[in-house]
């Protein structure tokens, strides 16, 4: 219903794609609604192949402000993306059954958490997403981490392939039920060298834990830890090294390895206390304490999860989690 | 490869992700299909580059919501352009009361901002130009006439699926348009003779 003369069409014609979004923009807002939607937005399904590339060269010519930033975003869109997708899969089957065993199990806490509960609740609530511990018993990763895993790691550019969801839930739910009936950690724990000190920034405040939470002692981090579970996060720096992490541990969760899989969390959690996935790892992090037993903090984590992220999708599950041990 | 995963019928093995799977594709699809026009009808709409991100994604955190009242509607564009129409509008009434000067700052920065273009090849220049000058055009429009501009002019919409996206009567449409396109030929013509003072 055009109706301009030749001058006004000219104009507009060239300025028609002046206000398009680049690769970069389309990547940066999928990856923050990915963030905010949790799994149910899907994003996780769209084809972000090759914007890594695109933002590469965007930074290298200087069109982007805070250009490492940017491309970090985009990667991390991508990458998210592929999580988000993995993580509904186990939060469904781990969620359940987590649920569940927290119906029903009390916190095998040592004592000693009881006398110290105080204490023990103020340090978690300093850093609730953490747990490595000094001393740490550690799981020794048996299996090998790809058989139960079709797809979600190996392919970087076809995201299509790696989210069919069908594959992919039946084992981890047909594994999460064997686990509730079997001991929650599944591999045999040998001493290592603790964990370092982490360094995650409270995701809340003190003050902000509720009293039911705080009603209850919680248990004092006590698993978690392997070479093998827990790869240098130095190898592999940016969103890359972070989506591996969390991708590896959302994996090992999957696969019944819940002390290698919050070693990973944790392992991320210190090197990218405020990554692109750490909405996804706090989620599995809180999903993996519960999966080994440790109500308490499972659900200190998964109350810490719900206020940080109060619109996550992820956070479904969770609060099924923080709220069936009251 | 992808629209066939799209396609795959529900499994009901799938339990409470199912209906949730469902709707994911649909979403991720919209949002691939359409984060574009999204992206650019809510800068052409008003909105701040500053503030593009955020209300973007306020968009489709909307569309997210309503999906379920999408569905038997022909046009998931006209609809999506509704959601943007009213989320930028919100948008920038709420910038006007805290922040009147951005929005004022806009109106006022006119056609100065059409001067220096800087340099760069012909086409470049000619094409960065004409986008400044859309801009500055658009920024003087009260929002009214801004957004039917903006959805009849750049976006090609047809008056009545203008008329569905603002709420308005298609009478008001016409005449928002009328008064719109009068306003864009004379900032042409300012812009003509700004340009002959210019260069002679």
Not at chain 1, 266 to 289: I, K, M, N, Q, S
Request: proline letters at 8%; glycine letters at 8%; one cysteine or more.
């Amino acid at each position: 219903m055009s109706d301009l003369d030749e001058a006004g069409r000219t104009l507009i014609a060239l300025a028609d794609d002046a206000h398009d979004p680049t690769d970069i923009d389309r990547a940066r807002v999928r990856a923050a609604l990915a963030r905010r939607l949790g799994a149910a937005a899907g994003l996780g399904f769209g084809t972000v192949a090759g914007v890594g590339a695109t933002a590469k060269a965007a930074v290298g010519a200087g069109g982007v402000a805070s250009a490492g930033g940017a491309g970090a975003a985009v990667a991390g869109g991508a990458l998210t993306a592929k999580l988000v997708g993995v993580a509904l899969v186990v939060t469904t089957a781990v969620g359940f059954g987590a649920g569940v065993k927290f119906a029903r199990r009390s916190p095998d806490a040592p004592a000693a958490a009881k006398s110290s509960e105080v204490h023990a609740h103020r340090k978690v609530a300093a850093a609730p997403v953490v747990a490595a511990p000094p001393a740490a018993p550690v799981a020794v990763a048996l299996e090998p981490p790809a058989p139960l895993a079709p797809a979600p790691v190996r392919e970087q550019s076809t995201i299509e392939e790696v989210s069919p969801a069908k594959p992919i839930v039946r084992p981890a739910v047909r594994h999460e039920a064997r686990r509730n009936e079997a001991p929650p950690i599944e591999a045999p724990p040998a001493p290592t060298t603790p964990p370092p000190a982490i360094e995650t920034p409270a995701p809340i405040e003190a003050g902000d834990v509720t009293g039911a939470v705080a009603r209850r002692p919680s248990a004092p981090p006590t698993a978690a830890g392997d070479p093998a579970c827990a790869p240098a996060p130095a190898s592999q720096s940016g969103v890359a090294g972070e989506a591996r992490l969390v991708t590896e541990g959302v994996r090992a969760l999957r696969s019944g390895r819940s002390a290698c899989a919050l070693s990973l969390l944790d392992t991320h959690a210190r090197a990218f206390p405020e990554g692109v996935l750490a909405e996804e790892r706090d989620a599995e992090r809180a999903l993996a304490l519960a999966a080994l037993g440790r109500t308490a903090e499972a659900r200190i984590a998964a109350a810490a999860f719900l206020r940080r992220y109060p619109a996550s999708l992820l956070g479904a599950r969770l609060h099924r989690l923080a709220d069936a041990a009251r | 490869m992808r629209q066939r995963w799209l396609r795959r019928p529900h499994d009901p093995a799938q339990g409470l992700a199912g209906g949730r799977a469902r709707r994911r594709t649909w979403f991720a699809k919209v949002y691939d299909a359409h984060f574009t026009f999204v992206w650019r009808s809510a800068r052409r709409l008003g909105t701040p580059e500053a503030n593009l991100d955020d209300v973007v994604q306020e968009i489709f955190m909307v569309a997210f919501r309503r999906q379920d009242e999408f569905e038997g509607r022909s046009s998931v564009k006209t609809w999506l352009y509704g959601i943007v129409f009213n989320v930028v509008r919100a948008h920038r009434r709420e910038l006007a009361q805290k922040h009147p000067e951005v929005i004022d700052g806009d109106r006022r920065a006119d056609s100065d901002r059409l001067i220096d273009s800087g340099e760069g090849p012909q086409e470049h220049l000619s094409k960065r130009e004409a986008a400044r000058f859309i801009d500055s055009f658009l920024d003087s429009l009260d929002d009214d006439r801004r957004a039917v501009f903006v959805l009849a002019e750049l976006e090609q919409l047809t008056a009545p699926e203008i008329a569905a996206v603002v709420g308005a009567p298609l009478n008001t449409v016409y005449s928002r348009l009328r008064l719109a396109r009068v306003e864009f030929s004379d900032a042409i013509g300012r812009h003509r003779a700004r340009d002959a003072r210019r260069t002679p």
